[in-house]
């Protein structure tokens, strides 16, 4: 079975420091997806990038950032400079099929909140 | 495009009852799923589809059925209604299994009294 673990529950920064969302996986697969997802006060899931199992390269859009390591099974996420726009809760997320379907598996979230 | 359509937005069922949340892609996506949010829990996978006629279960299947008769259509059936089954649903789709980026639609946020 997949598992996903977002060990920080929730998170409060003060307007522009720089923040670190911590995610970690569990597969047997060998090809899988990870996913980051970005839910706002407003309620709709927004999708904010994915990486396959094969692609170890970091990713750098504006303000965000991801970094993932097959070694240590994490794919983090870290926002720079943050913003009160930042505010949500984030989800990281694993697509696997262990020999079946592909299902995707979410982990329970973060809730940032930035202070201005 | 639509996107992800979902209804309805709210809703309020005693216990016992039973309803059928509607989804409805127009993406022509092959891949459709539900999940439900409860707080503290994240979302949760509850069924999914690879395609029309072939449907499979998530994490928490018990007290609901789907089918998928159409590429675009992925109801939720909740066949006696509970009070574990107050909840927030969204369904999803993505262009294949599992491959892609999922696009939620708006939710339905249930209340089971």
């Known amino acids: 079975a997949q598992k996903v673990t977002q060990a920080q529950t929730e998170i409060s920064v003060v307007e522009k420091e720089d923040v670190t969302l911590d995610c970690v996986y569990e597969t047997r697969d060998t090809t899988y997806y990870l996913f980051w997802y970005k839910q706002p006060p407003s309620g709709e899931l927004v999708f904010l990038i994915r990486r396959n199992s094969f692609d170890e390269q970091n990713e750098i859009s504006g303000r965000y950032s991801w970094n993932f390591q097959k070694s240590t099974s994490s794919f983090n996420f870290t926002i720079t400079a943050s913003q009160v726009v930042d505010s949500a809760v984030y989800f990281c997320a694993l697509s696997g099929n262990s020999g079946g379907y592909q299902k995707v598996t979410f982990g329970t979230g973060t809730k940032l909140q930035v202070i201005p | 495009n639509a996107g992800v359509t979902q209804t309805p937005k709210f809703q309020v069922l005693k216990t016992g009852q039973s309803m059928t949340l509607q989804c409805a892609q127009d993406?022509?996506?092959?891949?459709m799923s539900w999940y439900r949010q409860d707080p503290g829990m994240g979302l949760r996978l509850i069924h999914y589809?690879?395609?029309?006629?072939?449907?499979d279960q998530g994490e928490v299947p018990n007290g609901y059925n789907v089918s998928r008769s159409t590429t675009e259509d992925f109801p939720l059936r909740l066949l006696s209604a509970a009070p574990s089954q107050t909840s927030v649903y969204f369904c999803?789709?993505?262009?294949?299994?599992?491959?892609?980026?999922?696009?939620f639609g708006p939710g339905t946020r249930l209340t089971v009294l």
């Open positions: 589809s690879v395609g029309a006629g072939i449907t």
């Open positions: 999803a789709s993505s262009k294949r299994q599992g491959y892609n980026e999922q696009f």
């Open positions: 993406m022509n996506h092959e891949y």
